[in-house]
């Protein structure tokens, strides 16, 4: 089944392309989840972690939940 198709039934209202599967991938099922970079990088099938940094972005919940753990350790 073609990515456009999944989107189509899945109603979404931006075109679905490998490309954004992946930067969500990235994003939202590892990274966000307390996947290491290291580890993406490689599931990702790529040779430098630069490529990978390109596709992870890194969200401002996951900044928050990794401030909370610093502060716990210090209090």
């Known amino acids: 089944m ?3 198709t999944i989107s189509d039934l899945c109603g979404f ?4 392309t490998f490309h954004s ?3 969500t991938f990235a994003t939202t099922v590892t990274l966000s989840n307390g996947v290491p970079i290291e580890t993406v990088s490689k599931m990702l099938g790529h040779n430098n ?3 990978t940094q390109i596709y992870a972005r890194v969200l401002d ?3 928050s ?4 753990i ?3 350790k210090f209090i």
């Open 13 to 16: 209202n931006k075109k679905l």
């Open 2 to 4: 073609h990515l456009h």
């Open 49 to 51: 972690i630069k490529t």
């Open 21 to 23: 599967a992946r930067h």
């Open 65 to 68: 939940a990794d401030m909370m």
């Open 70 to 72: 610093l502060r716990q």
């Open 61 to 63: 919940s996951k900044v």
